[in-house]
Nanobody
Framework: QVQLVESGGGLVQPGGSLRLSCAASGRSFSFATMGWYRQAPGQQRELVASITSGGLRTYADSVKGRFTVSRDNAENTVYLQMNSLKPADTAVYYC??????????WGQGTQVTVSS
């Protein structure tokens, strides 16, 4: 059973940076597509960024040029580097793993708050 554990959230001022990490257990990580989603209060969960097993990256328009997703298959970890943070980026951020026909796996989430 694969499990995901996010870390790195916190409180940051507008314009600041944070790096989120998501550590995965299990042997299938390197074959999986990894994604970062976020959900703000009263909003639907939305895709922020994803990275395939081959390193192909996609980003939501709202974070392009500010966020970077990366992965370290040797460490079974995916990262989300977030720069130039805005109050609108405030949300709970979730890590997601998709592999073949398996049901997607979610982490427990980590809170990111951007406020002065």
């Amino acid at each position: 059973q694969v499990q995901l554990v996010e870390s790195g959230g916190g409180l940051v001022q507008p314009g600041g940076s944070l790096r989120l990490s998501c550590a995965a257990s299990g042997r299938s990580f390197s074959f999986a597509t990894m994604g970062w989603y976020r959900q703000a209060p009263g909003q639907q969960r939305e895709l922020v960024a994803s990275i395939t097993s081959g390193g192909l990256r996609t980003y939501a328009d709202s974070v392009k040029g500010r966020f970077t997703v990366s992965r370290d298959n040797a460490e079974n970890t995916v990262y989300l580097q977030m720069n130039s943070l805005k109050p609108a980026d405030t949300a709970v951020y979730y890590c997601n793993l998709r592999l073949g026909v398996m049901p997607p796996i979610w982490g427990q989430g980590t809170q990111v708050t951007v406020s002065s």
